[in-house]
């Protein structure tokens, strides 16, 4: 009897040690699997395994996620990607096309110059940052900020182009008076770049050119030129009729004895 009560102590503690092994056992297998945890505020995670590929649901924090991917050693990686605004300032400058040219003849001492500082605002929201891990376009959160940086420095360019017809059209427009959506509008910023959302694309300072006595100065340069055509085509003319009347003639215009 002592024996028998002996045995079932000893069945009740292995069957015991048997349940909490499977349970350290199954909690261990979903802690590997469970990437929410690793995945802090303002960010979120891309999952990338060799046997999956990209995974484009993104981890983000506060909602329960679970990959199987992550149970094989060195099969998963959870990359890191911060949903912050990336905010940098673009300086474009230049002068306006052949102004040394329109100085030099009329000696004319304006400034023709012109430079524009732009405050860029934007970030790219969890399921852009999938496709664009997927896609191959970026693969870290360094990447994905060169990937912005990039598009600030186009976008400024095309602003700076921008700006510039809006004076041509009108020499008294003020750059400081476009606000972030007109320049947004203004540039396709939306159709160039439809992973990113600007948050903000305003003007810091700008510099202008004169550009009233820039026109002044390129349509007299075009009007005199134009003249000198029309005057080199008209002694053209009375050469070749000349010539036309005097064939004899046609050495001595021709350079020869």
């Not at 005199?224 to 080199?232: P, T, V, Y």
Request: proline share 4%.
């Amino acid at each position: 009897m002592f024996m028998h009560q002996e045995d079932s102590r000893v069945m009740k503690k292995k069957k015991i040690a048997e349940i909490l092994i499977v349970i350290i056992f199954t909690g261990f297998v979903f802690f590997l699997g469970w990437t929410q945890f690793k995945v802090g505020a303002g960010k979120c995670g891309i999952l990338i395994s060799k046997t999956s590929g990209v995974n484009t649901d993104p981890v983000l924090p506060g909602k329960f996620t679970w990959h199987w991917e992550c149970l094989i050693p060195t099969n998963a990686e959870l990359r890191l990607f911060s949903l912050k605004p990336y905010i940098e300032t673009k300086s474009i400058h230049g002068t306006l096309p052949s102004a040394d040219v329109y100085s030099a003849v009329f000696n004319i001492h304006s400034d023709f110059s012109y430079r524009f500082d732009f405050s860029i605002s934007g970030k790219a929201v969890p399921a852009d940052i999938a496709e664009l891990v997927k896609n191959g376009i970026v693969s870290d959160s360094d990447s994905l900020n060169s990937y912005l940086d990039s598009a600030y420095s186009a976008l400024a360019n095309k602003a700076a182009v921008f700006i510039l017809d809006k004076i041509t059209e009108n020499p008294s427009f003020r750059p400081e008076s476009l606000k972030s959506d007109d320049i947004l509008n203004g540039i396709a910023a939306a159709e160039d770049w439809p992973y990113i959302i600007f948050t903000d694309f305003s003007i810091i300072s700008s510099k202008l050119p004169d550009r009233t006595l820039y026109n002044s100065a390129r349509d007299t340069y075009i009007a005199e030129l134009k003249q000198q055509r029309e005057r080199a085509s008209a002694r053209k003319e009375k050469v070749n009729e000349l010539l036309q009347q005097f064939p004899e003639l046609q050495n001595l215009f021709s350079g020869r004895q």
